[in-house]
């Protein structure tokens, strides 16, 4: 199945419903003339180019990127009644995506636009403690790049630039 969201045209497995590729369309919306204008608040997306690298990492389960995901869901998401209001399930599943946003948050969740944005901001506070994790550990990024490569995901850091991009301190 394919499925337009933002400026990406993704293919989703119509079982699970992961995203299996994408590739970039053309903007109907493109503004040609310049005093249109579009009206109300622009989307946020914030690209995420560590997405191949938490891939290979959630295969491994390590016990550092549970406690990111489940500190992120209970910080940005927050508790009602001794439960958080967001799965974990849920913001991993999103940070395992090349984008971050409403439009590509939950889908066939059947959640509401707050719950959506909910996890998208979730998603995004897990993705810079991710980053700095890797930051101060730099053979777990070096493991974590070797396994994307030869786990089938090498094409999407090459793509994306995480190889010639260093998350480590210098």
């Not at 419903?17 to 310049?34: F, H, M, R, S, W």
């Not at 191949?52 to 406690?67: H, V």
């Not at 948050?105 to 995004?124: C, D, H, M, N, P």
Request: aromatic share 6%.
């Amino acid at each position: 199945m394919n499925k337009i969201i933002g400026e990406h045209t993704y293919l989703i497995d119509d079982v699970t419903g992961d995203i299996l590729g994408y590739a970039a369309t053309p903007d109907k919306n493109e503004v040609t003339d310049t005093t249109q204008r579009r009206r109300g608040r622009p989307t946020k997306a914030t690209p995420n180019p560590l997405y191949a690298l938490i891939r290979a990492a959630a295969e491994l389960n390590p016990s550092w990127l549970d406690d990111i995901v489940y500190g992120a869901c209970v910080t940005s998401g927050g508790m009602s009644n001794g439960r958080m209001n967001l799965k974990p399930r849920h913001v991993l599943r999103t940070i395992m995506q090349p984008e971050i946003g409403v439009s590509t948050v939950g889908y066939g969740l059947g959640a509401s636009e707050r719950t959506k944005q909910k996890i998208a901001k979730a998603a995004r506070h897990a993705l810079g403690a991710i980053t700095l994790y890797l930051e101060r550990h730099p053979e777990t990024y070096d493991r974590l790049t070797m396994l994307a490569i030869t786990g089938g995901y090498g094409d999407d850091c090459f793509a994306l630039g995480v190889l010639e991009t260093s998350y480590k301190s210098s």
